[in-house]
């Protein structure tokens, strides 16, 4: 009886990985993290593109900058943009990370530091290293908790002529393609103000009106805000 006590104990202080969460299993393959790739030209291996096809193809998707501490969910990776610019003729592709503040802060210290939504309280162990770190760089003023904590890896929107990189947790970051095919984070966008902490990342189109809708949901009032973009 004493051993089983010790074995669940040990299993609510430090659980085994589950597959879902165990970094050996999620981000391998196909789903190994890349690194950011400065635009390139692409060669056209066989016919050409057409003169008159222009525009740009943008992926959103989770790609996490640092080796995690211990368990990461894939949902959990820092949003990496990938893509695909035509342009009379020609293909450029780039890939870049959303520099969200989240991001900016890991960068810096080389390692992870914010506690990631799916896979960060993974165990007591993990709760307890996570928030003794971060409560001290909370009161010493290294981490500002109304810049939010997003990743900004879920989806692309065109919404209130603005291209945004969004995740559920945070506000979206407004991004810009240039002339040479490059991406770049702009910031993150506080929409007038109206929304403190986070929107959708699945606005919806109508098609008959053109109307763009999306909304924020909050713990405190109001719960629930919907928002219109013509």
């Known amino acids: 009886m004493s ?3 010790l074995l669940n104990t040990l299993n609510i202080i430090h659980p ?8 050996k299993h999620v981000f391998t ?6 690194n950011e790739l400065d635009p390139m030209d692409c060669q056209v291996i066989e016919g050409e593109l057409p003169l008159s096809l222009n525009g740009v193809y943008i992926r959103n998707g989770p790609n996490p900058q640092l080796q995690p501490r211990r368990a990461l969910h894939l949902f959990d990776g820092d949003g990496m943009l990938h893509s695909l610019r035509l342009s009379n003729g020609n ?16 960068q810096e210290a080389g390692f992870p530091i914010i506690p990631n939504f799916f896979s960060g309280f993974y165990g007591l162990a993990d709760a307890f290293q996570f ?18 904590f997003g990743v900004a890896n879920t989806s692309i ?26 991406i770049e984070t702009l910031g993150r966008w506080e929409v007038s ?7 959708s990342a699945h606005p919806k189109i109508d098609m008959e009106t053109k109307e763009t809708f999306t909304f924020s949901t909050s713990f405190t009032i ?9």
Not at 16 to 23: E, G, I, N, Q, V
Not at 92 to 106: I, P
Not at 193 to 199: E, G, I, P, R, W
């Open 29 to 34: 393959g196909n789903y190994a993290p890349v």
């Open 91 to 106: 293909a450029t592709y780039c890939s870049r990370y959303v520099k969200t503040y989240k991001y900016m802060l890991e």
């Open 131 to 148: 928030l003794l770190i971060d409560i001290g760089k909370v009161l010493t003023g290294h981490i500002d908790l109304m810049k939010g």
């Open 193 to 199: 103000k109206k929304l403190l902490a986070n929107m």
């Open 222 to 230: 109001p719960h629930l805000s919907f928002f219109l973009s013509l």
């Open 16 to 23: 085994p990985l589950d597959p879902s969460t165990d970094p």
């Open 3 to 5: 051993k089983n006590l």
């Open 157 to 182: 929107a065109f919404f209130a002529n603005k291209l945004l990189a969004l995740s559920d947790s945070d506000l979206p970051y407004l991004i810009s393609l240039t002339q040479t095919g490059d």
